[in-house]
């Protein structure tokens, strides 16, 4: 099966809804193709405050939101798995696993991957255990929070949430003593050679089973926020496309990438901050900048 569109949108997300949006509203034959579900990692967000118009509201309502408005402008989605694409030429085409798709301007919007710390925090994710220091700071303000470390990987993210939280304790897998020594925030401590074997908690985490040093401790704590690195799923048009050294898609300020005709949004993209508003954003100017001249 081979399809072809004007400007067919690679990722579900909020970016990839918005670029669908306003691609849509220029009168283009649009599509979304998405390998899951639309709404992205926002379906999956328990609570949400910073994003404007929303006091409060979770994230599969806000996500369904933007599904409403994709619905009511017929926007097609079709779900497949997208294993390969080529980008040159006049006429972009990219092969899913169950057909072939092509379209005069790409919009790649496939997100990121948070990497795992492989226990049982998905028990407590939304419920004390984030991916996203900026996202979720303010859920806990003047409270204790550790930060689950790799080789420094948390350093940053801790900095920021002890402007926030009460104490902050990073909890890094390697040595940190020289760290630990020149560390002048004076909320923020660190712990090397420790392992998380177990979050516990009913409701909400409420402790960390760890070794450190090869020592069995219990730290209570009333967050752990994961920050052993991200990995754009920017694999399948990487070796196409420019990009950072982590594999973040360079695109100039049209979201416009290396290659004419193939727009970047949103978590994917290199040199912006990871937020719904800012995907919303870079999603907006792609949907418009893909449909000028086709």
Do not use: H, W
């Not at 967000?45 to 994709?70: H, M, R, T, W, Y």
């Not at 990219?94 to 919007?109: D, F, M, N, P, T």
């Not at 550790?146 to 304790?169: E, T």
């Not at 660190?190 to 074997?197: A, G, P």
């Amino acid at each position: 099966m081979e399809r072809m569109f004007d400007v067919l949108i690679v990722g579900g997300g909020v970016a990839g809804m918005s670029a669908a949006i306003y691609a849509k509203r220029s009168g283009k034959n649009v599509a979304i193709i998405e390998r899951a579900t639309l709404g992205g990692v926002v379906g999956t967000l328990n609570k949400i405050e910073n994003f404007p118009s929303q006091k409060e509201i979770d994230g599969f309502s806000l996500a369904q939101l933007f599904v409403k408005q994709v619905n009511s402008l017929e926007i097609e989605t079709i779900f497949d798995d997208i294993v390969s694409a080529k980008l040159d030429g006049e006429t972009k085409t990219v092969v899913g696993k169950i057909g072939q798709y092509r379209a005069k301007s790409i919009v790649i919007a496939t997100g990121l991957s948070y990497q795992e710390l492989g226990k049982n925090e998905a028990e407590f994710l939304g419920r004390g255990v984030s991916y996203c220091a900026v996202c979720d700071a303010n859920f806990f303000k003047g409270q204790n929070v550790c930060v689950v470390s790799r080789k420094g990987s948390g350093i940053k993210d801790a900095k920021y949430l002890s402007n926030i939280a009460a104490n902050v304790l990073v909890l890094d897998e390697a040595d940190m003593s020289i760290f630990a020594q020149a560390n002048t925030v004076k909320n923020m401590n660190l712990l090397s050679n420790t392992t998380i074997e177990k979050v516990v908690g009913k409701d909400n985490v409420e402790a960390l089973e760890c070794l450190v040093g090869g020592e069995r401790k219990t730290i209570k704590t009333n967050g752990l926020f994961v920050c052993l690195g991200r990995s754009p799923k920017s694999e399948i048009f990487g070796d196409k496309l420019e990009t950072d050294r982590q594999g973040f898609i360079k695109t100039d300020e049209n979201m416009q990438t290396s290659i004419k005709g193939v727009y970047a949004v949103g978590d994917v993209r290199a040199g912006v901050m990871k937020q719904i508003v800012t995907a919303c954003s870079d999603g907006a100017i792609a949907g418009k900048k893909a449909t000028e001249g086709i």
